[in-house]
T-cell receptor, first 115, second 114 residues
């Protein structure tokens, strides 16, 4: 079965510092991969997605992620954190076959940005 | 509409009562999904509808949970005889088909069972 692991339930960075949120997936076949962001009392907003085209994917708000098949990873980065980036981030995978269409989510990483 | 709309935004109910949660997807989106977000369990898939196909109900946790989608648009998630463990945020999402286009989520319904 598909599983998604986010390393670190909480990440804290200073404003202007690099943001790195880690995500690993387990699948014999590379799935489609997504990063979502959730602000308090809101639904999830799509940041970016990997759909087997370019391995480096650029998303909204200056975020990007790189798909590395050899490491089964899809880590999210942003060169310079902004206070408005503080939120919870979810990595998700969509497999093929009978699971096509369904997303499997990681447990989420809460990002805190300090002034 | 411009986004996925869910109602009510908050619902407090007594244990044993039935509740209905409503989702209005984006117009033209053929796929509709329900997820549950709770502390300690993360985001769990519940059910999804794709066009006129039979829904995938594989994520429903018990037979107290059911969902329907009328006219390929509005969906209602019904929980019968609510239990305290049903307390969670119920998120609805819609997408164009079931491919990797990514979902658009609603803001959710926060259900509290007392």
């Amino acid at each position: 079965a598909q599983s998604v692991t986010q390393l670190g339930s909480h990440v804290s960075v200073s404003e202007g510092a690099l943001v790195l949120l880690r995500c690993n997936y387990s699948s014999s076949v590379p799935p489609y991969l997504f990063w979502y962001v959730q602000y308090p009392n809101q639904g999830l907003q799509l940041l970016l997605k990997y759909t087997s085209a370019a391995t480096l994917v650029k998303g909204i708000n200056g975020f990007e992620a790189e798909f590395k098949k050899s490491e089964t990873s899809f880590h999210l980065t942003k060169p310079s954190a902004h206070m408005s980036d503080a939120a919870e981030y979810f990595c998700a995978a969509m497999a093929g076959g009978t699971s096509y269409g369904k997303l499997t989510f990681g447990q989420g990483t809460i990002l805190t940005v300090h002034p | 509409g411009a986004g996925v709309s869910q109602s009510p935004s908050n619902k407090v109910t007594e244990k044993g009562k039935d509740v209905e949660l409503r989702c209005d997807p984006i117009s033209g989106h053929t796929a509709l999904y329900w997820y549950r977000q709770s502390l300690g369990q993360g985001l769990e898939f519940l059910i999804y509808f794709q066009g006129n196909s039979a829904p995938d109900k594989s994520g429903l946790p018990s037979d107290r949970f059911s969902a329907e989608r009328t006219g390929g648009s509005v969906s209602t998630l019904t929980i019968q005889r609510t239990q305290q463990e049903d307390s969670a945020v119920y998120l609805c999402a819609s997408s164009l088909g079931t491919g990797p286009s990514g979902y658009t989520f609603g803001s959710g319904t926060r259900l509290t069972v007392v």
